[in-house]
């Protein structure tokens, strides 16, 4: 058990039968009444956010969450191929329950399964991955760095706004927390 006062950002916690993840957290202290601790938190089984408030004080139970490093195989009709790079364990998981990380998702990449008492819950990705660009209009000489952006597809399928000077075959490097052009590789 821990305290709300001691909440910090990407802790889990189980709460009312569920696994959170805290995105962010306020102390608050008012002048009249007593302090709370209003918080906002990531439901890892369903990925619905939740704004939750509590007593100062008042105390949850911290969810171990285990990470495994794993690689993305191939894709297998409906579902998704992972292997454990130390035992080499293969598991599969449904498109459904990883819906938004296979925008980023290429083959034998390197992420992480987030998994709870066996469950597993989803993909962690790094905050940047490296995608090809597949198709976009093409740049016209003298567009500039800071003159506006065009829609690009990349080679998992996802659509993201880019400069002009951006050329199909170029490698981009894209925030997937974000779901947004970073930079070229």
Known sequence: MISVNEFKTGLTIEFE???????????????????????????LRTGNVNEKTFRA?????KAQIDNRRMQYLYANGDDHVFMDNESYEQ?????????????YLRENMEIHIV????????????????????????????????GGSKPATLETGLVVQVPFFVNVGDKLIIN?????????A
């Open 17 to 43: 039968g569920d696994i959170w993840r805290i995105i962010d957290f306020q102390h608050v202290k008012p002048g009249k009444g007593a302090a709370f601790v209003r918080s906002k938190l990531r439901n």
């Open 57 to 61: 004080g008042e105390k949850v139970e």
């Open 91 to 103: 598991i599969e998981l449904p498109s459904a329950q990883i819906e938004e990380e296979l925008n």
């Open 115 to 146: 998994s709870f008492k066996g469950e597993i819950l989803g993909v962690e990705l790094p905050v940047t991955v490296t995608l090809e660009v597949t198709e976009t209009e093409p740049g016209i000489k003298g567009d500039t760095a800071s």
């Open 176 to 184: 997937t927390e974000e779901g947004e052009y970073v930079s070229r």
